[in-house]
């Protein structure tokens, strides 16, 4: 990898399998971006112990996210891919970072606000200093592109605050400005196909299509997606659940076929029976190419644990590098 290349930094939370949300905000880019960018990806494991998984669960959605990154493409030859726990530099700059980061801002964040409400009885600091961890990650290897979803945005405004204001106190220059990146114009939202929201793991199994569903768990699965009653007026706007399934097609099927639909909608001939199956269809072929990798690599633990070690080794060189000059910056030089 040459110096020179833009650096690159996003990682998932090991908190399931992954799903189509996770796929078109982020992975999808990844893969894009691992041969044009100096590219660190990760499974950010310490960012999911907030919610206290039990150690079981824990290894086992590492696993299962590491084999469905390798499934959907990404080259452990063309980027650093890691797990987040093998480095202990990153916990050693968020520690340093959340001297300089403040309980105003942290409470501002939307989704501590929102996290505070669903788990009122587990409102832990480390929760509260999710965007500190997550600024860490970023700038403790200088990228400046950071692939992730719309949802992602604040937590990067963060990172360039938390970046920004380092430097600033420490008179250095040590890291540049991270920015939340997609190779469209705009960040992806994947809808949810319970109507409204984005498709999140947190949502329940009947919310997301994982990358892993077979056939029959998808046509389930999209075949109960909520709708309404459908158009009484030509050319009406779409309810928001009805958009979901439109923005879903957009996603996985032919142009031609998304078109189909759009006009039946507007003249009012739309059937949702036939909508969702060509869609159900549609997302069978797309994703059955990376289900059937995930099966054959997550039996493989020994391709497993050399891709994990590594990418460990190429992430740390990064790491320790920064963070060599980082405690030089806070007055930690040796005699
Ligand atoms: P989840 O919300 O299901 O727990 P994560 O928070 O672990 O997923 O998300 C990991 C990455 O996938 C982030 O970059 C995030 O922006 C992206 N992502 C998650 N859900 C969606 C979605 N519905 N649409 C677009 N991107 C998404
Ligand atoms: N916060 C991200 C999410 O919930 C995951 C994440 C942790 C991340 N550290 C990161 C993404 C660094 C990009 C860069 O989806």
């Known amino acids: 990898m040459k110096a020179s290349k833009e650096i690159v930094v996003s990682g998932i939370r090991p908190t399931g399998n992954l799903h189509l949300g ?27 112990l907030t919610t206290h998984p039990n150690p079981k669960d824990l290894h086992e959605n590492i696993k299962t996210v590491l084999a469905e990154y ?7 030859d063309a980027c650093a891919l890691y797990i987040q726990s093998d480095l202990t530099q990153i916990p050693e700059l968020y520690m340093l970072l959340n001297m300089h980061a ?53 937590h990067l405004e963060m990172a360039r605050n938390f970046a920004n204001r380092f430097n600033r106190i420490y008179s250095c220059d040590i890291f540049p400005e991270p920015h939340a990146f997609n190779y ?26 994982n990358l892993s569903d077979s056939p ?4 389930k699965k999209i075949s109960r997606a909520v709708t309404d009653t459908g158009p009484t007026e030509a050319n009406s706007t779409p309810t928001s659940s009805v958009q979901n399934l439109f923005d879903l097609m957009q996603a996985v099927s032919a142009s031609d076929a998304l078109n189909h639909y759009k006009i039946a909608y507007a003249n009012c001939s739309i059937r949702y029976g036939d909508m969702k199956k060509q869609l ?17 690599i997550k039996k493989d633990d020994a391709l497993l644990s ?3 070690k590594i990418g460990a080794e190429k992430a740390l060189e990064s790491t320790s590098k920064t963070m060599k000059e980082v405690r030089e910056a806070v007055g930690f030089k040796s005699f």
């Open 184 to 209: 469209g114009t705009e960040l992806i939202k994947i809808p949810g196909l319970q109507g409204g929201g984005k498709m999140s793991k947190s949502d329940g199994d009947n919310n997301v299509i």
């Open 216 to 219: 029959d768990v998808i046509r």
């Open 22 to 48: 996770n796929y078109m905000g982020a992975v999808k880019n990844f893969i894009k971006m691992q041969y044009d960018y100096q590219c660190y990806f990760f499974i950010a494991d310490y960012h999911s």
């Open 70 to 76: 390798l499934a959907c493409g990404l080259d452990p």
């Open 280 to 296: 159900a269809e549609d997302m069978i072929t797309f994703l059955q190419p990376i289900r059937e990798k995930i099966e054959a």
């Open 102 to 154: 403040y309980l105003g801002e942290l409470e501002r964040v939307a989704s501590f606000k929102d996290k505070a409400r669903t788990q009122p009885n587990n409102i832990n600091a480390g929760l509260l200093t999710y965007p500190v961890l997550m600024a860490a990650d970023i700038i403790i290897h200088k990228a400046v592109k950071v692939p992730v979803g719309k949802d992602q945005e604040q």
């Open 306 to 308: 050399k891709v994990a």
